[in-house]
């Protein structure tokens, strides 16, 4: 069983203080072996307030880090993102990172992480919100604002609040495959899959859905990915000149169309390569990309690994 403990420091944010409580445990089967064991504690086992109002009593002192596999520091409240150096907490997360555990933040828990001296030349998010006060009070910091998590090995952080979630579900997906993940996911009732790398949602007011909205469109291109689709074909589905749909798609979803159907595009490949054994390239056919080597060269741009490697990774 991995045992995780959670970290939490005054002022913690409530929210992501209950996520990896409710994620993982979601992960096991009943009657099965649990997968994970999760708790909580604090500097000298003391309560500590929230974000929420409230505060909690933790189980645990700093000695749960000890025998920890996996460290998660939820976030902290702005009042209490400056750190004293010499606070007992951090010296116990360094001690548990040199002894091999892996080390995660959600949220501003990248503060922590970073006062701690584990994110110097290494690359991390945080929530965007705070992304200029981070880079000021930790220059060495290879901040990705933009991204809903970064895993760097032993290291992940995630940015703000729902993205703890992505995170958590990263990691199981990880540790045991997607069908575990895709598990924990469905009981949590949250997608079971967001791409690290895709944008944290930035100050972009959506407008309504209705007549107007490329949504009908993206629905139809969705069971038509195995065939060539392009810009005309999408624009005329929604009934709107290639310029109009262009500048509403873009305004509902963030991207152009033609970065979001490379993405559905490769998030389809993917699950044909975890849940499947057809070859290279019948999944590159039926995703939309005609050939192994275009699948290849896309999913490397996306994830950094090939097609083969990804199977074996998430099937093994």
């Known amino acids: 069983m991995h045992r995780i403990a959670v970290l939490a420091f005054d002022v913690t944010v409530a929210f992501d203080l209950g996520i990896p409580a409710q994620v993982f445990p979601a992960a096991d089967q009943p009657g099965e072996q649990q997968l994970y064991s999760v708790s909580t504690a604090t500097s000298g086992r003391a309560p500590v307030r929230t974000s929420a109002g409230f505060a909690i009593l933790p189980d645990h002192g700093l000695e749960l880090l000890d025998a920890a596999d996996t460290v998660i520091v939820p976030g902290v409240h702005r ?19 040199e002894r091999g555990a892996r080390i995660m933040s959600i949220c501003t ?7 701690a001296g584990l994110l110097a030349g290494r690359p991390a998010t945080t929530h965007w919100a705070y992304a200029d006060r981070f880079r000021r009070a930790f220059p060495d910091v290879e901040l990705r604002p933009d991204v809903l998590f970064v895993d760097d090995g032993d290291v992940l952080t995630s940015a703000g609040v729902a993205a703890g979630v992505d995170l958590c579900l990263h990691v199981l997906r990880r540790d045991h495959g997607s069908e575990v993940a895709n598990r924990a996911a469905r009981r949590c009732v949250v997608p079971p899959w967001r791409d690290g ?9 959506m407008p309504p859905v209705g007549d107007a909205s490329t949504a009908s469109a993206r629905a139809w291109a969705l069971t038509r990915l195995d065939e060539p689709l392009d810009l005309d074909a999408l624009a005329r ?4 000149s290639v310029r109009t749909f262009t500048r509403r798609f873009r305004d509902e979803t963030g991207v152009s169309p033609g970065r979001w159907l490379t993405h559905q595009r490769i998030e389809h490949a993917r699950r044909l390569l975890e849940t499947t054994d057809l070859p290279i ?8 990309f005609g050939t192994a080597t275009s ?22």
């Open 237 to 240: 589905h929604a009934r709107m």
């Open 197 to 205: 790398g895709q944008s944290q949602f930035i100050d972009r007011p």
């Open 79 to 97: 009042s209490s993102l400056e750190l004293d150096p010499q606070d007992p907490a951090l010296a116990a997360l360094r001690a548990a990172h």
């Open 109 to 115: 828990g990248a503060f922590v992480l970073a006062a």
């Open 281 to 288: 390239d019948q999944v590159a056919t039926r995703a939309g």
């Open 295 to 316: 699948l290849r060269q896309h999913l490397h741009a996306a994830i950094g690994v090939a097609p083969a490697a990804y199977r074996r990774t998430f099937r093994r």
